[in-house]
């Protein structure tokens, strides 16, 4: 088998193994939190890799005790930098940005697998949402804890949750907050196997290598005319951004911020 080791930023790592690329989230400190430049990097990274000559699938995977907790909270900084004190007013733009990235990992010309383990949540689990096939290693815990926050899940999370699992399930986890195990997930069809942590990577290789008995022309095609008859991605990403824009201006917003910081109950408000 034929390792690459491809150009590394200070948030990835990238590998070629055969014709498979493997990109890894490289914040093991941090759990693989994600902010919005990360995303945007990991959106270029995957679309780039399925355009490489003679590439049939692209691994995603997570460095250290987990494939990734979510949005990094500091990131809320970044957006008075980026955006102006004011950054709360104008959150639809903000949220295309974020569901732009993940549109490219949706739209990767290739077969695109999550490596989950530890935990995949809020934006991490999003992330994992946008590619076509999810593994995960025995006990990861996998959640959308957005309405805790104030929030609902707006990069893809509330859409393609539903899309995959149907609406009872989605309500679950996403009106709950909750967290649900590795085997629930597999029950549920959110994720399509679970495996022994040691063997995950091994696991995911295999898919990919299993993918590549196919013809690439036809299993290429046949991703896309799936994509196209499913339902309608952009309206409900639409729907996220709008819902979002409003939430992100309530007192409960803020309520919910500070509840995490402070890891204290939060006091909602209902406004």
């Known amino acids: 088998m034929c390792y690459t080791r491809l150009p590394m930023t200070d948030l990835m790592l990238i590998e070629r193994i055969g014709a498979t690329v493997v990109i890894s989230l490289n914040r093991p400190e941090k759990r693989n939190a994600l902010t919005l430049a990360l995303l945007a990097e990991i959106g270029q990274a995957i ?64 077969p695109t697998i999550a490596l989950l383990h530890g935990f995949a949540l809020g934006l991490g689990l999003e992330l994992a949402l946008a590619c076509d096939l999810r593994l995960a290693a025995a006990g990861t815990q996998l959640g959308l804890p957005e309405t805790r926050l104030g929030l609902i899940p707006d990069v893809g999370g509330t859409t393609r949750l539903t899309r995959l699992v149907g609406p009872g399930w989605a309500k679950q986890l996403i009106l709950t907050g909750g967290t649900i195990d590795a085997e629930t997930a597999h029950h549920w069809g959110l994720v399509n196997a679970v495996t022994p942590a040691s063997e995950l990577m091994d696991q995911g290789l295999a898919l990919a290598a299993e993918i590549t008995r196919g013809a690439p022309l036809a299993v290429n095609a046949a ?35 500070q509840a995490v910081l402070t890891r204290t109950p939060p006091v909602w408000q209902g406004r």
Request: aromatic share 8%; proline share 2%.
């Open 47 to 110: 679309s780039a890799a399925g355009q490489e000559p003679n590439v049939r699938a692209v691994l995603v995977h997570g460095h250290g005790l987990a494939f990734s907790a979510g949005i990094d909270l500091g990131a809320f900084a970044d957006f008075e930098r980026e955006f102006g004190p004011n950054w709360r007013s104008h959150m639809l733009a903000i949220t295309q940005q974020f569901q732009a990235s993940l549109n490219l990992v949706a739209g990767c010309a290739v």
């Open 223 to 257: 991703k896309r005319v799936i994509n196209q008859v499913e339902a309608d991605v952009a309206r409900g990403l639409a729907l996220e951004a709008s819902a979002q824009n409003e939430l992100v201006q309530t007192a409960d917003f803020a309520a919910g911020v």
